[in-house]
């Protein structure tokens, strides 16, 4: 099994910047990727960013070029650097690895004002 422990997120003001952690622990040499996802009140969870163990990363096209995944393979961790946040970025945002399985963080929530 694979254990996804998640910073605390926090609240921002639109055009600032915020950093989130994920460290993995457990079967880590199982994990194939490592992403975060994030889910608005009455919306959908929807993916974020993705990090590969081969060092690709993706991005879905509305944080494309403000935010940057990366991480720290000596410490287990993922992190999602977060600039220019805008009030839509407000959600839960879940860090998630994959396996054979599908592994979730606790979420953490991440408040935008404008």
């Known amino acids: 099994q694979v254990q996804l422990v998640e910073s605390e997120g926090g609240l921002v003001q639109a055009g600032g910047s915020l950093r989130l952690s994920c460290a993995a622990s457990?079967?880590?040499?199982?994990?194939?990727?490592m992403g975060w996802y994030r889910q608005a009140p009455g919306k959908q969870r929807e993916f974020v960013a993705e990090?590969?163990?081969?060092?690709?990363?993706n991005y879905d096209s509305s944080v494309k070029g403000r935010f940057t995944i990366s991480r720290d393979i000596a410490k287990n961790t993922v992190y999602l650097q977060m600039n220019s946040l805008k009030p839509e970025d407000t959600a839960v945002y879940y860090c998630?690895?994959?396996?054979?399985?599908?592994?979730w963080g606790q979420g953490t929530q991440v408040t935008v004002s404008s």
């Open positions: 998630k690895a994959v396996t054979t399985l599908i592994y």
């Open positions: 457990g079967r880590i040499f199982s994990i194939n990727a």
């Open positions: 990090i590969t163990s081969g060092g690709s990363t």
